[in-house]
């Protein structure tokens, strides 16, 4: 039986979630700043000797077919790329999170990392290739992070979906987001916005959790990010990684078009190397190392 | 029994009656299905992007990707089980195709990927019988092959035959 979760409860909830570890936060923390420096994203991975191990374990993986070993970590970043190394800190310490099965959703164990992944390569290609003037790096990170809120209400959701789906499909213009908000009092957006602050996230983050649904709301400054890991949302719904229940069923914020510029064959692109950098970084990057 | 799961991108064929095959959450990728009455095969492609013309390479190793690509190199596998090497004779169903809501032109390739598939159906002289295409919402699709029963399936909705 779904239950209504109160404003306590939903901070209850949010509290019983584990901290971000110090190091990922500052990542996350400088990483959104347009203008910071790589010599500093080095530097607090070197602080950080579990993060190393990891990042140099990854580096030398077979997914990325090194032929000579890399043991040093500033080339070790330099090779995989910042946003890769955010995903590693926010995936070693927010793991379990990413990892949990939807069951609200009707969705599998490692589903919700597995979209999460494919927003966040997409929400990336989609700032690269529509040559938006963001940064695609941050795209990527906080393509990671929109649905973070998922985990927090999906036990609150067990055995909802079918009364879901029928309010959808009964009430014109009710989408997903409406069905949970009706159904147990909040929807993703919101539980995860409440998590964004417990960790306290920069805010553009925050607003991409928020808003990532109906971009037309954020905050105008954000607005094309917001706009990016929407986009990058709904491609990897296309795609088929979905979490479940609620795939395919939120609208498109048809404004895009006044940030973000691309065509049919430029989103045919996109979805095509989303599949094949999915590929290749699925391996690497799950938060438990379920997949490893 | 064996099950046959094609990903996005593949696609296969099987003539054994204990066999099963799948593809998991089609969302804008659209599946074709083959059924050959004659040999009792059953063929089917996971149709991911209407057209190979935006990268060859990858249509060469793996042209079920693309529309274009795909219903060639499923009808040249299934000629392995004796099946006719233009489909004639078969069965042709399609289903997914699927779009978000609200969404525009440029978002529709759910859309785009079934009409390319018809389009070049329509130049082998085929047609499909069957289809079970748009809406807002994943399928997932399971072939028997004893029985050629396509069964579709999606989260919140009882399952339904194509």
């Known amino acids: ?292 | 029994m064996g099950q046959i799961v094609l990903g996005v991108g593949d696609y296969g064929a099987s003539n054994s009656p204990g066999d099963e095959v799948k593809t998991f959450a089609l969302g804008s990728c659209v599946s074709v299905i083959f059924l050959d009455p004659k040999t009792r095969t059953v063929g089917m492609a996971h149709v991911a992007l209407p057209d190979s013309s935006i990268n060859k390479a990858k249509a060469t190793e793996k042209p079920g990707y693309f529309a274009d690509t795909a219903i060639p190199a499923l009808l040249t596998q299934m000629t392995k089980f004796g099946c006719d090497k233009r489909g004639k004779g078969m069965v042709v169903k399609l289903c997914g195709g699927a779009n978000v809501m609200d969404t525009n032109d440029t978002f529709q390739i759910g859309k785009r990927n079934a009409l390319a598939i018809k389009k070049i159906l329509w130049s082998y002289g085929m047609g499909a019988v069957a289809e079970d295409l748009g809406g807002n919402y994943s399928r997932t699709v399971v072939i028997s092959v004893s029985a050629g029963q396509i069964t579709l399936s999606s989260p919140g909705k009882p399952n339904w035959q194509l």
């Open chain 1, 1 to 292: 039986m779904v239950k209504q979760i109160s404003q306590e409860e939903l901070q209850k909830i949010v509290k019983s979630v584990p901290m971000l570890s110090p190091s990922a936060s500052k990542l996350l923390q400088l990483t959104s700043k347009a203008d910071h420096d790589l010599v500093d994203v080095v530097n607090l991975v070197r602080n950080d000797a579990n993060l190393t191990a990891r990042v140099l374990k990854i580096v030398n993986s077979a997914a990325f077919g090194l032929i000579n070993t890399i043991t040093s970590i500033d080339r070790a970043i330099s090779y995989l790329g910042e946003r890769i190394i955010v995903g590693i800190a926010v995936g070693d310490c927010a793991g379990k999170l990413f990892e949990k099965e939807l069951s609200g959703y009707e969705s599998a164990r490692g589903d919700l990392w597995k979209h999460d992944l494919r927003t966040a390569i997409a929400a990336r290609e989609v700032v690269t290739q529509s040559g938006a003037d963001i940064s695609s790096e941050l795209a990527f990170t906080a393509g990671l992070l929109h649905d973070i809120g998922k985990s927090l209400i999906s036990d609150y959701l067990q055995g909802s979906v079918t009364d879901a789906v029928e309010m959808i499909t009964a009430e014109e213009g009710f989408d997903y987001l409406d069905a949970e908000e009706k159904l147990v009092g909040f929807d993703h957006t919101r539980a995860g916005y409440e998590l964004a602050k417990a960790w306290q996230l920069p805010n553009e983050l925050a607003e991409v959790i928020l808003h990532h649904h109906e971009p037309s709301n954020a905050s105008e400054e954000y607005r094309t990010l917001v706009y990016a890991v929407h986009l990058g949302d709904n491609i990897a719904m296309m795609g088929g990684f979905g979490t479940g229940s609620d795939s395919m069923r939120y609208k498109l914020d048809q404004q895009y078009t006044d940030y973000i510029r691309i065509g049919s064959k430029t989103l045919a692109t996109i979805m095509l190397n989303v599949d094949i950098e999915f590929e290749k970084l699925k391996g690497s990057l799950t938060g438990s190392g379920e997949e490893n």
